[in-house]
C-alpha cells in the first residue's frame, strides 16, 4: 500500500478542519485574524504526524512526557512542538530545551521550575496559563480567581514569556465556559501587564473548535478529528 492512500483519512479530515476553520473566521471574526490549528499527537505514530504536517500543519500539541521523548527525533522540523499535558515539575528539565512552547502553566511552583531550566539552557520559554475554567477537580489549570495572582508573580521570573492563557471547557454546557474564557482573556489584555501578552487564547479542540473561534480563540487544539480515534497502548 502507498503512503499516499495509506493516510488518505488525513488528507480528507484536514480538508474538513480547514474548511470549517475558515468558515468560522468568515462568520465570526474580523477580517486578517488567524486561528491556528495544532494536531494534538498523543499515541499517534511519527509516520502520520509527519504526513499532517507535510500538508501545512506547522504546530503539534504533545501531552505526556515520555511519549514526546520517545517520538520527538522522528517529527518533521517543518514544525514546533508545544507541551499541552499536565506538566510535573520533575520533568521540565527533559523538555525545555526542545518544545517552543508551554501551554499548560498552573502554579508557581511549575512556574518556577520553568523559569530556572530555562535559564540553564539560556532560553526564554513562552508559556500559556492553563485556566480551569469549569472548575473541575478532575482537570489540571488555575482557578479563574487565583489567575491574576499567578501572572503577577510569573510576571516577576526573567526566563519565563507569558503569551496567553489555555482552557479545556467542560464537555457540558461549553459555550457559557467559551464566553467566560473570552472575557477573562479581554480583561486582563486591557490591563496591559509589563512581560504578560495575551497574543494566544488555546481553546477548542475536535468537539467544540467552531464554537470556540465564534469565542475568540487564536489556537484549536484538533487530535481524533484529524487523527481518528485514539489507540491506547
Ligand atoms: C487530547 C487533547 C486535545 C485534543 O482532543 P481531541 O478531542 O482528540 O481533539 C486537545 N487538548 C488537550 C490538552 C488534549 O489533551
Redesign the pocket.
Known amino acids: 500500500m502507498q503512503m499516499e492512500t495509506a493516510f488518505s483519512y488525513i488528507d480528507e479530515n484536514y480538508k474538513r478542519i480547514s474548511y470549517e476553520v475558515g468558515e468560522a473566521c468568515a462568520k465570526y471574526r474580523k477580517p486578517g485574524e488567524k486561528v491556528d490549528i495544532m494536531a ?1 499527537t ?1 499515541t499517534v505514530d511519527p509516520l502520520a504526524v509527519n504526513h499532517a504536517v507535510g500538508l501545512g500543519i506547522e504546530l503539534l ?1 504533545e ?1 505526556r512526557v515520555q511519549e514526546y521523548l520517545s517520538k520527538k527525533e522522528a517529527y518533521s522540523k517543518n514544525a514546533q512542538v508545544q507541551f ?2 499536565h506538566l510535573q515539575t520533575n520533568k521540565v528539565k527533559y523538555i525545555i530545551d526542545s518544545v517552543s512552547l508551554i501551554q499548560s502553566v498552573d502554579s508557581v511552583k511549575l512556574a518556577s521550575e520553568i523559569d530556572r531550566q530555562a535559564e540553564k539552557v539560556g532560553k526564554v520559554c513562552d508559556v500559556l496559563v492553563e485556566v480551569n475554567i469549569g472548575n473541575e477537580e478532575s482537570k489540571s489549570g488555575v482557578d479563574k480567581n487565583s489567575l491574576e495572582q499567578l501572572l503577577f508573580d510569573i510576571s516577576e521570573m526573567k526566563n519565563i514569556k507569558v503569551c496567553g492563557l489555555m482552557a ?1 471547557p467542560p464537555a457540558e454546557g461549553s459555550e457559557r465556559f467559551l464566553a467566560e474564557m473570552q472575557q477573562i482573556f479581554y480583561d486582563i489584555s486591557e490591563k496591559k501587564t509589563e512581560n504578560i501578552n495575551m497574543d494566544i487564547l488555546s481553546m477548542g ?3 467544540d473548535y467552531v464554537q470556540a473561534i465564534k469565542y475568540g480563540s487564536t489556537l484549536v ?5 484529524l487523527f481518528g480515534p485514539r489507540n491506547y497502548r
Open positions: 494534538v498523543k500539541g501531552n499541552i499535558g479545556i479542540m475536535s468537539g487544539r484538533i487530535g481524533r478529528g
